[in-house]
């Protein structure tokens, strides 16, 4: 039960924040916009002073007792705030900063990776280097110097409250996707009886799971540490782990004369950290919680083995921002906040009051909290320190089953893939009409620049086509006007780093070069077979190669993929695409979509793929983010995107550059390709296996949503189309069609498009709308 002084300080709160949006609108107005070198406060008695502190995407607040609202930092987003006896830390969108004040804050991003954004304007380039996005940023609960953070690849340990920072890097897989950490002493191997504790990292990896290092050791190794965490079924990796909290004496909030100070229990001289927390009776605990599952549970450190403490029995579902205090656990959920009794974990009451209080700042302070840190309680000293983030959960919506598809604006719009070559006349174009108006459809989705990099219209800008070559065009005026007389959806798709046209011109000034061969470079598989009598099998294929094997008696069969790719670092390359994306919104498309919006993937020479392009200080997300900052002005329409079904699956950008946390800063819809075909063909093909599009859909879909924030919508591309693989040979038929668009509809997808590439769409089924 919730104590009646935690409720009396909620309601006090919830008043103040009235009063004073009411009383100073103009001061809460004029302090919003204080810079970041606002220094005229000299009071240090300030972090006494102030009982809440709110993150918010223009800075940080704090609230003090009187309802005074004060700004304390205003040099970006911030994530989470961090408190103990020594300082306070913030994760920003711009690194970790510092303070022992509030007042003045010192950058503590030294020996953290830097990422380069390359601008570029008026033909000339410059660089904005940044410090990469930090994933996550915890303090070592017994050790307030100690910190540690991790980027997408690496983790990193501070032992200097954040002046300098070392790399731990992270386990030897090749896919990044780091999700949280976390750091404690804990007892060394044997030390159960001697008390001997030693530094141990935590991280958690969206693919792999939770791995521990004990730094200080001269073998440290990264080792996994996944026993009794809930896996993602049939895979047997452990579902994404969205924090872990290492929670030790719990902090004590005393009230003096000047304001409210904290301070750690006694712990017994001449014994180990750890020892004498038991002693006290304020065990050591490590909790975990998962992403995409309502899950809690605590490590057994000495059995190496996670135990879950609460569950909702539900296979979709968050709990994040794990906040352990006096004698509860509580965490954020969608639209709510759980807190769970130590003592009976498997009770788990809603916080409605904290939920209240935080819904009420918007309103009467004006600022949207991110994250939230303030003592729950002033009048009892042993209170908890409430300390939240990831609070755009409590924005989530509950998804009414089955809602249907409300169109308004790109949100909404349910069509299908328009081959262009049926898009030539009316004849061709009438059986595509008769579905959209059977089926229930709103939206097409049609090629202005193709596979092959040909312009499928006649532009208007000479610079378009200068750099692309127009090939069969359609009257792109007349069509639009009879798609707008229909009032059907247009967006117009354009293959950006896939193209053979722009590859081969000027001398391949624009190609991936192939490193090896001085040429453009072209993906490639070898099969090595016995000689076969007749005619060269390459005469006739362009894509086939024979080349001679290290025996005589046998061959090597090179086929190359048909695929030619530029340059996704060209800054040229980019201008290109803006201006064609401009010209075509200026025609009347509704939307742009950007598709192959990433780097090559496929052919055992991928390691010789060199990008002549790429400045110092730049990846493949940096590229993909420049691209994107590059054309984001210049199209004042919808930008979409489309992207691998498991870099909306997973939290990576692994292989692609498709990251989709970053991503949805400049777009406004993502289409992952969750084809059932494409992934293993096992991959939630549990009993009943019928059933599989259906999970593949609805549960990547919220997937993608929760890794995006739901800063972005999701219109799936459905998969309309038989492909010659194992699953599809037995399941393939129009209800594999409709089990798909229902997983869309149950995750409340707003939206989504048929892909078939011949344009045969007799499997799709009609939509109620």
Known sequence: MFTILARRYCFKIVVLLSLYAAVCPSALSAQSRLPPSYTQRTDPSLPQRLPMLIGTENGLFGLESSGRLIPLWAGGTVYKIIRNGLY???????????????????????????????????????????????????????????????????????????????????????????????????????????????????LSHSVYGIHYITPDRKDAKWTELNEGLETLETTGNPDEVSDIAAVVPRILIQKTPRGYTESIPAIPENTSPYAGRQAAGLPLAIYAAQTFRQRVYQLDWNQKRFTRLWSDNQDLGAADSLNVGRGTIRFVQEGTIVELDHQIPAFARKRSDLLELIQTIPENLRIKPTCLLMIENLRNPYTDVVNLSELWLLDKPVKAVRAGFKARGAEGRVGLYLPVNHAMD?????????????????????????????????????????????????????????????????????????????????GGKYAVWDSRTNKNWVGYWDKRQKKTAGDNKAADNPLVEILPADD??????????????????????????????????????????????????????????????????????????????????????????????????????????????????????????????????????????????????????????????????????????????????????????????????????????????????????????
């Open 88 to 202: 306070h830390a913030i994760l920003t969108d711009t690194g970790v900063y510092v303070s022992s004040d509030l007042l003045r804050w010192d950058s503590r991003n030294q020996g953290l990776p830097v990422k380069t954004i390359k601008v570029y304007q008026n033909g000339r380039k410059s660089f904005l280097p940044q410090v990469q996005e930090i994933k996550d940023l915890e303090v070592h609960p017994q050790n307030a110097l100690i910190m540690v953070c991790a980027v997408k690849d690496r983790v990193f340990l501070t032992r200097n409250a954040g002046r300098t920072w070392e790399n731990l890097g992270m386990p030897s897989y090749r896919t990044n996707g780091i999700k949280a950490v976390a750091a404690a002493d804990l007892p060394a191997a044997g030390g159960a009886l001697t008390g001997a504790t030693e530094l141990t990292v935590f």
């Open 426 to 506: 009316s004849t061709s174009l009438k059986p595509y009409l008769n579905i959209i108006e059977e089926r229930g459809l709103d939206m097409v989705v049609i090629d202005m620049k193709d596979d092959y990099g040909r312009l499928r219209f006649t532009p208007k800008n000479a610079a378009v086509t200068a750099k692309g070559r127009v090939f069969r065009p359609v009257d792109i005026d007349a069509f639009l006007k009879d798609m707008k007389r229909r009032g059907i959806y247009t967006v117009a798709r354009i293959v950006v780093f896939k193209d053979p046209e722009l590859a081969g011109k000027e």
């Open 552 to 769: 005589s008696g046998y061959e090597i069969v090179r086929t190359y993929y048909d695929e030619r790719w530029v340059d996704p670092y060209s800054e040229e390359v980019w201008e290109y695409t803006a201006a064609l994306s401009q010209e075509l919104v200026e025609r009347g498309f509704d939307e742009i979509q950007f598709d192959y919006i990433r780097f090559p993937t496929d052919g055992q020479n991928l390691a010789n793929a060199r990008y002549r392009w790429q400045d110092a200080g730049m990846d493949m997300e940096s590229a993909i983010l420049s691209f994107l900052r590059h054309v984001r002005p210049r199209i004042k329409a919808p930008i979409s995107i489309d992207i691998y079904g498991a870099n909306g699956w997973y939290r990576t950008g692994a292989r692609t550059g498709q990251e989709v946390e970053l991503l949805a800063a400049y777009v406004d819809v993502i289409c992952p390709m969750y084809y059932p075909s494409h992934f293993e063909q096992d991959f939630l093909a549990q009993a009943p296996a019928e059933d599989r599009p259906y999970r593949i859909y609805r549960l990547g879909t919220e997937r993608t949503s929760r890794i995006a924030k739901e800063r972005i919508i999701v219109r799936p591309w459905v998969q309309a189309f038989y492909l010659n693989v194992s699953y599809d040979k037995k399941y393939y038929n129009e209800d594999y069609v409709k089990k798909e668009v229902e997983g869309i509809e149950d995750a409340g997808s707003p939206g989504l498009t048929y892909w078939n590439n011949s344009g045969r769409y007799a499997d799709i089924p009609k939509l109620e709308r």
